[in-house]
């Protein structure tokens, strides 16, 4: 699912940026209302979050533009000083709002009740399901016989990366590709790192019928075994 904001305030649009991460989403920042306009002529994005302010409360022309470019869902983000403007977005085509500042759980739900609107049913909610592992979608969420646990984004990826090819090796130049866009050589620290904190996170053990394990100068594995 992608995304797209456009926010004069460069650290609050940073900051969105890595909460919807987190949570799955591809978000991108535009800076400007040329550049919003770009993106909407691409069709790059499905959700756009607008954040008004004085800098931003003349672009209201994007949204209807964006709605008739295909944009699916518009969610605005104002302080409750600009309320006026919010209900001039919503008549110009906006889906819902959310008073500034921001809460990320609070964000990032109202993010997933429109990203689920575009989903069909079948894929809202299981992703990938191997043995007691559930790994869902929008936002990321990963169940351990019911139980959530707690995942930052890459730790995530890195997860579902090894249970979607249980039983293969992964070098690392494969993981570090996959997962940080990166040359493996660069990335044997953290990607150890990482690896660790998912088999602990996990419980990746012989005893829970997966093992988590190194491939002696090659990189990593996810076995299921047969017997627990």
């Known amino acids: 699912m992608h995304l797209a904001i456009l926010d004069s305030d460069s650290v609050r649009a940073a900051r969105i940026q890595r909460s919807l991460a987190a949570a799955g989403y591809v978000c991108q920042f535009c800076r400007s209302r040329d550049h919003l306009s770009d993106a909407i002529d691409a069709r790059t994005f499905d959700i756009l979050l607008f954040a008004f302010d004085e800098k931003?409360?003349?672009?209201?022309?994007?949204?209807?533009?964006?709605?008739?470019?295909?944009?699916?869902?518009?969610?605005?983000?104002?302080?409750?000083k600009l309320a006026s403007l919010v209900s001039?977005?919503?008549?110009?085509?906006?889906?819902?709002?959310l008073c500034l500042p921001l809460r990320p759980h609070e964000l990032q739900m109202r993010i997933s009740v429109l990203a689920g609107l575009l989903v069909p049913d079948s894929m809202q909610h299981v992703y990938l399901k191997h043995g007691d592992y559930v790994f869902a979608r929008f936002p990321n969420r990963l169940l351990y016989r019911g139980i959530n646990?707690?995942?930052?984004?890459?730790?995530f990826d890195l997860a579902l990366l090894f249970f979607r090819h249980a039983g293969m090796p992964l070098s690392r130049a494969h993981i570090a590709e996959a997962i940080w866009k990166q040359d493996g050589n660069e990335m044997?620290?953290?990607?150890?790192?990482?690896?660790?904190?998912?088999?602990?996170?996990?419980?990746?053990k012989r005893e829970n019928g997966f093992?988590?394990?190194q491939v002696y100068g090659f990189g990593y594995q996810l076995r299921i075994l047969t017997e627990k």
Request: cysteine-free.
């Open 56 to 80: 931003t409360k003349g672009v209201l022309p994007q949204i209807v533009q964006a709605k008739e470019k295909g944009v699916r869902k518009i969610l605005l983000l104002a302080e409750g």
């Open 88 to 97: 001039r977005g919503l008549a110009a085509g906006a889906d819902d709002y």
């Open 149 to 155: 646990i707690p995942l930052a984004a890459k730790e």
């Open 188 to 204: 044997a620290r953290t990607i150890d790192t990482h690896v660790s904190r998912v088999r602990n996170k996990l419980s990746l």
């Open 211 to 213: 093992l988590l394990e």
